[in-house]
């Protein structure tokens, strides 16, 4: 039995099929963009600007009538969208999907000079806006068949392997690849820190948030106060807020001796963590408000009839209760906190933002690809995986 035949069947209802324009308008964009767009670009060095490629150039005529076979495929099925179309198309999106890095392999055979030893490949418009595509199509697909988020996850785990072989043993030409081997220590420096800036921040925002959602359940009278002061710093840019913390902490380095020690200073990881904990706050504290307080009156008077004490009540009914909608708050706050943690290389927290902005000030795109993929990769794996475990934790473990 395939992958595709292992999905869970959804019920469909017997009615007249009409077209999914989702997916019909979204397999029209993708034939478009890679007959329109530039496939590849190949540049003689890092310096000079690369010369752009349509993909009849880049993977010749059988290739282009194959990509354009399969977008195609995809409209005719979309048109008429049973359950057996909507797993062939999962099916083409996966076979696409491995076909990508693969059409990079025949463009760098053909359009690189072997004799230069400098030359390289990048990636076109064409190939991104695809790719963007197809991931839309993917989740469009989840929802239509009913899907766990594991399942897209598990998918793109697999694809994300196969394009890691393929980069590592035929697309040395490839800009991207020659960007990270060039910095291969400092990149997976550089993910620690990000990841150790992410992790702390949230972690730290889910004790206070659900402390500050606690009082605010027992004081009344906090609540007003709390979400203003907390809706207040959301609407702080986040490097005007970078910018403020650093001269009272540079103060407090210079006459605090012992936060000096503890390594606060008005630059680095101490700025960094505090205006990411300030942004972590206000979905963390809301989500674990409103799930703490959706807890129906009914299900707390029958737990108090049984003889459960107030603790009880809550460690044993309440907080399970709530601890979907909480983990969603957990995946919100994640999620940001990701993307957030990237504006910290600024002021010397390190994390992946500094290929970035490295690569913004060398006008070097394809470093500050090497920043933002991982970033992008990092947020889809916490999203999904959060997402699916308060799915699991719902009654009957759907959403």
């Known amino acids: 039995m395939s992958l595709i035949d292992a999905l869970p069947s959804p019920s469909f209802k017997r009615r007249p099929w009409h077209p999914n ?48 076979l399969l977008f195609t495929a995809m409209a005719a099925l979309s048109s008429v969208p049973t359950p057996r179309h909507y797993r062939a198309m999962l099916g083409i999106i996966i076979l696409t999907l491995l076909l990508m890095p693969f059409g990079l392999m025949v463009a760098g055979h053909w359009l690189v000079d072997p004799s230069l ?23 469009e697909l989840r929802l239509r068949l009913g899907l766990s988020r594991w399942w897209p996850t598990l998918l793109l785990a697999g694809v994300g392997i196969a394009w890691w072989g393929c980069a590592a043993l035929w697309l040395d030409r490839l800009a991207l690849v020659q960007e990270f081997q060039a910095r291969e220590g400092q990149f997976y420096q550089a993910v620690g820190q990000h990841i150790a800036l992410v992790g702390t921040a949230v972690g730290v925002s889910v004790v206070l948030g659900m402390l500050l959602a606690m009082l605010m359940r027992r004081y009344q009278r906090l609540q007003k106060i709390a979400f203003t002061l907390l809706n207040f710093l ?12 650093l001269a009272p902490l540079a103060w407090l380095a210079a006459n605090v001796p012992p936060l000096a020690a503890l390594g606060v200073s008005g630059i680095g990881n101490a700025p960094a963590l505090i205006a990411l904990i300030a942004y972590s706050l206000l979905p963390m504290v809301r989500n674990t408000y409103i799930a703490l307080e959706e ?29 979907p909608v909480l983990l969603e708050g957990v995946r919100i706050t994640a999620v940001q906190a ?15 933002g500094t290929f970035i902005f490295q690569g913004l000030g060398q006008a070097a795109m394809d470093m500050v690809l090497l920043g933002a993929l991982p970033i992008l990769i990092l947020a889809l794996i916490v999203d999904a995986g959060l997402g699916a475990l308060a799915d699991a934790l719902r009654p009957g473990g759907q959403e």
């Open 21 to 68: 324009v989702v997916l019909l308008c979204l397999s029209g964009a993708m034939l478009a963009a890679a007959w329109l767009l530039s496939f590849v670009s190949v540049a003689p060095n890092r310096i000079v600007s690369g010369t752009a490629f349509g993909i009849v150039d880049a993977i010749s005529w059988p290739g282009a009538a194959l990509v354009s």
């Open 117 to 139: 030893p400098q030359a390289r490949l990048g990636i076109g418009a064409a190939y991104w806006t695809v790719l963007f595509v197809l991931l839309l199509c993917l989740v």
């Open 234 to 245: 959301q609407t702080i840019p986040s490097l005007a807020l970078f910018g403020l913390l």
């Open 295 to 323: 807890v129906s009156a009914e299900t707390l008077q029958a737990a108090k009839a049984m003889g459960m004490r107030t603790g009880q009540r809550f460690w044993q009914v309440r907080f399970p209760l709530a601890l």
């Open 338 to 352: 990701i993307g957030l943690t990237a504006v910290a290389a600024l002021i010397g927290a390190g994390g992946l």
